[in-house]
């Protein structure tokens, strides 16, 4: 949805908690398949996927850090203005959320969070969502900023205690490669400390959850080696049939070529792939030994 079409969106009416889904979350280290499993699970006829990171109910400055004291409510409303509804060089709010509905929430949120900061960030997440969800004849939505398993995991199952969080998990040597591809590592040393840290933080954040409330896809294994169980597995997780939409996008946009597993192989040179090859196994090897499970 364009910021120009979304002026001439007519609002949906509230939903009811009756008619309101549990959501769902997808996170992981970056660069794991948060994006396309979201998009996957947004196929559902009851569910519809928000079309950017929204970020602010997970942020350490945003959501948790209101709840955790550290963050005022006026503080958090001035950042959902100027870093996560309009920042430049980034997907942002304004792509579905119109700046008079976010001013009006912003008033609403910081009037509750006077008596009841839980409440009103609960309250805060589900008038900015629930909306753009119905607007697409949807009864619930699916998030997909991949710090939900990171900083939201502490904070997701407060707001929310019907949680559900879809962790996805990619082999480090090809999350390293898409880092330094797209310019956000200089170099694979550092892209391999970034996915294995990332790793370690994602374990530490989501062994606090109940085990029933996270389930892990692989993404390999999901878009190569047991596409159809893998996909079943997830949808029996979730309590749904494998509906036919999903079905479609699964087999159009989610390939095994789209997954450029082993991508590592062929965009790094040899001395990187050396690189790789001596010190990928021993960051599993920490990893491990740290209780963190590895792709």
């Known amino acids: 949805m364009?910021?120009?079409?979304?002026?001439?969106?007519?609002?949906?009416?509230?939903?009811?908690?009756?008619?309101?889904?549990?959501?769902?979350?997808?996170?992981?280290?970056?660069?794991?398949?948060?994006?396309?499993?979201?998009?996957?699970?947004?196929?559902?006829?009851?569910?519809?996927?928000?079309?950017?990171?929204?970020?602010?109910?997970?942020?350490?400055?945003?959501?948790?850090?209101?709840?955790?004291g550290t963050v005022t409510p006026p503080e958090l409303a001035r950042r959902m203005v100027e870093q996560w509804y309009s920042q430049p060089g980034r997907p942002k709010l304004s792509t579905f959320v119109r700046r008079e509905d976010l001013d009006a929430a912003l008033e609403r949120f910081q009037e509750r969070a006077a008596d009841d900061p839980l409440l009103a960030s609960r309250r805060l997440i589900e008038e900015l969502f629930d909306p753009y969800a119905r607007s697409k004849g949807?009864?619930?939505?699916?998030?997909?900023?991949?710090?939900?398993?990171?900083?939201?995991?502490?904070?997701?199952?407060?707001?929310?205690?019907?949680?559900?969080?879809?962790?996805?998990?990619?082999?480090?040597?090809?999350?390293?490669?898409?880092?330094?591809?797209?310019?956000?590592?200089?170099?694979?040393?550092?892209?391999?400390?970034?996915?294995?840290?990332?790793?370690?933080?994602?374990?530490?954040?989501?062994?606090?959850?109940?085990?029933?409330?996270?389930?892990?896809?692989?993404?390999?294994?999901?878009?190569?080696?047991?596409?159809?169980?893998?996909?079943r597995e997830l949808c029996d997780w979730l309590g749904w049939s494998v509906e036919p939409a999903m079905e479609r996008f699964f087999a159009r946009r989610m390939t095994p070529a789209d997954a450029h597993v082993g991508r590592w192989e062929t965009d790094f040179g040899r001395e990187d792939r050396a690189f790789l090859a001596a010190e990928y196994p021993a960051a599993l090897t920490r990893l491990k030994a740290a209780g963190v499970p590895v792709p």
């Open 138 to 231: 949807k009864r619930g939505w699916v998030e997909m900023s991949p710090i939900n398993a990171i900083w939201g995991a502490p904070a997701l199952p407060r707001l929310f205690p019907r949680l559900r969080l879809v962790h996805a998990m990619r082999d480090g040597r090809d999350v390293a490669s898409s880092l330094v591809g797209l310019g956000w590592a200089k170099d694979v040393g550092e892209a391999l400390q970034w996915w294995e840290t990332r790793m370690w933080q994602v374990h530490n954040m989501c062994r606090r959850l109940a085990p029933e409330s996270i389930h892990v896809v692989r993404f390999e294994r999901l878009l190569v080696e047991d596409r159809a169980g893998a996909l």
């Open 2 to 68: 364009t910021e120009a079409s979304l002026q001439s969106h007519e609002r949906a009416p509230e939903a009811s908690p009756v008619d309101r889904l549990p959501p769902i979350f997808v996170g992981g280290t970056g660069r794991s398949g948060t994006t396309v499993v979201g998009r996957l699970l947004g196929r559902h006829p009851d569910y519809e996927v928000i079309p950017v990171e929204a970020r602010f109910h997970a942020s350490p400055d945003g959501l948790p850090g209101v709840l955790g």
